[in-house]
């Protein structure tokens, strides 16, 4: 990848959408590759989380660089016309459990389904568990996705495996997030939940499922 990660942050940071948007669409590999495309904003949101742990930069310039990249990333979906109306594809819902902020990525991996021909509806944000069940009862979902960043909120993720895990026609439960990559999370899950620790597992996860999908696009 050639993309300049320290200048992508530095759009990110001074909230130049265009500028930002130019980098991605320079890189012809990019273009083509949401996989490619999601590491490098990745990276650069890493990046950030680096330079705010050094005082270098404020919880302001944290949030216009999330709004930044969030633009980014939504410009990309419509450009690559990624839809999450897949007709009869199987249904994915994503949330990030109560309290949890951190979005970005969860809306990167609700993409990746899509691109594979999953419907989805992503719930983003701080989902309290009642609205996750309800959810995911009434619309049938097959997979639910929860993203967790922060440690202390990771106490909440055993009761919304088990609840969801309980319901009459479970729904597989895969966790990822920040979380997943740096700590083994297995005493807050079930024998049934799948961690995710990274985009290339959930790339490899999506892989061993498209065999048995129809109207999959690749
Ligand atoms: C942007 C940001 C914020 C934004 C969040 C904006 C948003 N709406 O998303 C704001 C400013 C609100 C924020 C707030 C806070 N943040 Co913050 N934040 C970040 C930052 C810089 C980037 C997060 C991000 O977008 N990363 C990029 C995404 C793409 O990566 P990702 O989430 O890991 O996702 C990838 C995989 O994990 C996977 N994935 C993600 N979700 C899922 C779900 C499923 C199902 C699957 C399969 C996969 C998957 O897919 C992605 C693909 O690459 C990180 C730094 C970092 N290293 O991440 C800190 C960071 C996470 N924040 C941190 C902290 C401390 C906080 C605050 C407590 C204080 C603060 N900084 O204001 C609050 C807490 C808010 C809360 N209650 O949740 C710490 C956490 C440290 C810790 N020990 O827990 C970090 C690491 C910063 C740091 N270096 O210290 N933050």
Redesign the pocket.
Known sequence: MTIDINKLTDDFLEGDQDQAWERITDQAELMANSHLT??A??KA??R???L??ENEIS?AD??L??TT??YVLSRYAHYRKITNKNENGPKAL?L?IE????????K??SLLFQEYGWQTKLF???LPLEYAVEKTEKWGASVV?????????AERLNRYVTELEALKNPPEV????????QYNLAKYCSEHTTL????H??RE?LEERKGSMKNVRY
Not at 146 to 152: D, M, R
Not at 174 to 181: A, D
């Open positions: 999601f590491e904003l990745t949101m890493q950030i989380g680096k705010w742990e919880v944290e949030h660089a999330t990249c969030d994503f990030c309290q949890e902020q951190h979005y970005l990525g969860l990167m991996i983003g944000a701080n996705g929860i993203s967790v960043a922060i440690l202390y909120h895969l966790v990822g997030g920040r979380l997943t990559s995710v620790p990274d985009l597992r959930v996860w």
